[in-house]
């Protein structure tokens, strides 16, 4: 049987049979809703109204026609994706050469005679040899099955689109006439959440077009576990996670293309960089193992992929090549972001750090490279925290504590009424209500009788927003269970940091840059971070925010053959530092269990 639901305030309807769950339907209806137990049940992210009465749409089957409300908490909403800084090629390039790895070849060739008759295919590679001395290209038959006509239409002119993938170059496209048309490459960042795309023009390296949008796989759950978790549940599972992170890149490849009167055969190349559970999940590999010890990935580096295997918005013979990986928990977007960022090519020490969900860090130089990814949980990305969200629109990004009163300020994303607090808001709560007095340097609230102080079940909280002052009618808090959770994930970021430099024996001061790189990057204030302890106490002037490093790189490795090469090299070169067994992780993570640390020496600036 069939039944009609209606969604509010959106007044959508669609039809689907009895059973369906209302997150289903809301999904059918083109509204997704959040989750991050991908519908188990036990999140209750995925909240919304049913006759008045708040119920759980994963759990709740449709039985009957129905009108059912979504609430704004509950929506994924669309925002604004960091898709990438203004970078200018010369930013970009880092000192590498422009040498991109398609080229569009413009030939003439001779005309064939009765005493001049080699096939149609030898006169076009030799004359690829003579004027560009391009030598064993390969070809595929689909490229070839035209070339008779394809060469005689326009008198012998040709356009050869060829593609350098280090052993070998390809034509992957042969156009009659001489074409003006450059060629086009893709760069894509497939991040947990987001999914960020860059169109290149390969003739000056300059981006055409970018555009980002969410992962919709976020409704199989917001972190990678309980995405390799799904995926192994059945290969049907597997197969629908591939789908959608490759049905959304195409919808953002063909609204660009469609901007800029292209068609998918422009595009001849995509470089893809992003964490190793993501990269398995596009290519459709199991990521089973990546969570079992001993962690084993089931590919890193991993070969060049036509296009037409995995069904990308582009020409079917081009290539789809992913950044390699170091081990499961570093990935490529972590090589990507060193290869860019250059770390890999001074001899100055650098320390790189992409905080999300995982800490992942590199730190080194021209001679070693060490990496490591420390779980600092969700809480940064605003996730597992009573009013956390994501830095979009009603998002409260900085706020200011009068110690006298404990009165505050808030700026909010978008300068609406808040209705949660993102990352950098929460890392400078952390930071100002330490500061006031408010929680001691353990995390525990101190006994203040204010109007801004409650204790519910047991529980204290500290009121950023009062109902009457939020935009979703309810009081905006950080409970003392969140001051924990951010205590903690503060503390593993900063133990990973402690324990690669323990690894090599050195100390922060031996660190001549920090480069900080991800969505969240672009937003935190580096002293709110250094005062809880998140960052270490070091000169601010050699803090460096890089963007989007992940989606940089693979623009990069587009616009250099010689940076492209560097990827595997520099994925190799890392020496991947297990947090789990044998060093001294868990020891500096208790003593960062502190604001900032229980060693205060070591953050003289805030002590
Ligand atoms: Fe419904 Fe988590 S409770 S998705």
Redesign the pocket.
Known sequence: MEFKIRFMPDDKEVTVIQGTNL?DAANLAGIQ???????????????VELAGKSV????TAVNQDMEITIPLDSRLSEHKVLVDNQSDVKDVLAGYQFNPIVRKLNLTLTEPTLEDNTSDLSRLLTQLRKEFNVDNAKINLANFVNIGPILREKNYQVTVTLVHLGDFSEIVDIEAGHSEKPPYGIALDIGTTTIAVNLIDLNNGNILDRLGTYNTQAQYGDDVISRIIYADESADNLKKLQELVINTTNKLIREMLKKHSLISKDISVMIAAGNTTMTHLFLGVSPKYLRLEPYIPAVTTLPPVKAKDLKIAMNSEGYIIMYPSVASYVGGDIVSGALVTGIDRQENITLFIDIGTNGEMVLGNQDWLVTCACSAGPSFEGRGISNGMRAMSGAIEKVEINPENLDIKLSVVGNVPPIGICGSGLIDVLAKMNKAGIINRTGKFNDLQNKRIRVVEGEPQYILAFKEESGNGKDIVVSESDVKNLIRSKGAVYAGIRSMLDMVQLSEEDIETVIIAGGFGNYLHINDAIEIGLLPDIPREKYKFVGNSSLKGAHLALISQEAFAQATPLAEKMTYLELSVGNSFFDQYVSALFLPHTDLSLFPTVA
């Open positions: 997150k809703l959040k989750s991050s137990c991908g519908g188990a049940g036990t999140c209750g992210k995925c909240k759980l749409a994963c759990k």
